[in-house]
Nanobody, 127 residues
Framework: QVQLVESGGGLVQAGDSLRLSCAATGRTSSGYAMGWFRQVPGKERECVGAISWSGGRRYYADSVEGRFTISRDNAKSTVYLQMNSLKPEDTAVYYC????????????????????WGQGTQVTVSS
């Protein structure tokens, strides 16, 4: 079992930056692929970024490519989402997710592939 706790959300203006953090506790000795998702009311949770266990492979949604960067520090069991040039349409609840894997370079991108979820952190971008 792994528990995920997100932090770093808040209210910012368009063009600003935020960095989200997700700390994993519990059985973190195993390898986990990680992802960041976001959700707005009435829509399915979407993957904005995902990273392999090794950290060597990453995925980004087209809507955030070039603005968001996902990274991880396995020694700290933490994954980050650096969000730059934020837009009002980035407003959502952001969730961290994890799935155990034995594959160093696998990057899951569907919410159905992830087994563990954080509680979410609100990001609001004003225009």
């Amino acid at each position: 079992q792994v528990q995920l706790v997100e932090s770093g959300g808040g209210l910012v203006q368009a063009g600003d930056s935020l960095r989200l953090s997700c700390a994993a506790t519990g059985r973190t000795s195993s390898g986990y692929a990680m992802g960041w998702f976001r959700q707005v009311p009435g829509k399915e949770r979407e993957c904005v970024g995902a990273i392999s266990w090794s950290g060597g492979r990453r995925y980004y949604a087209d809507s955030v490519e070039g603005r968001f960067t996902i990274s991880r520090d396995n020694a700290k069991s933490t994954v980050y989402l650096q969000m730059n040039s934020l837009k009002p349409e980035d407003t959502a609840v952001y969730y961290c997710a994890a799935v155990a894997t034995g594959q160093f370079n696998w990057v899951p991108t569907s919410l159905y592939q992830f087994a563990y979820w954080g509680q979410g952190t609100q990001v609001t971008v004003s225009s």
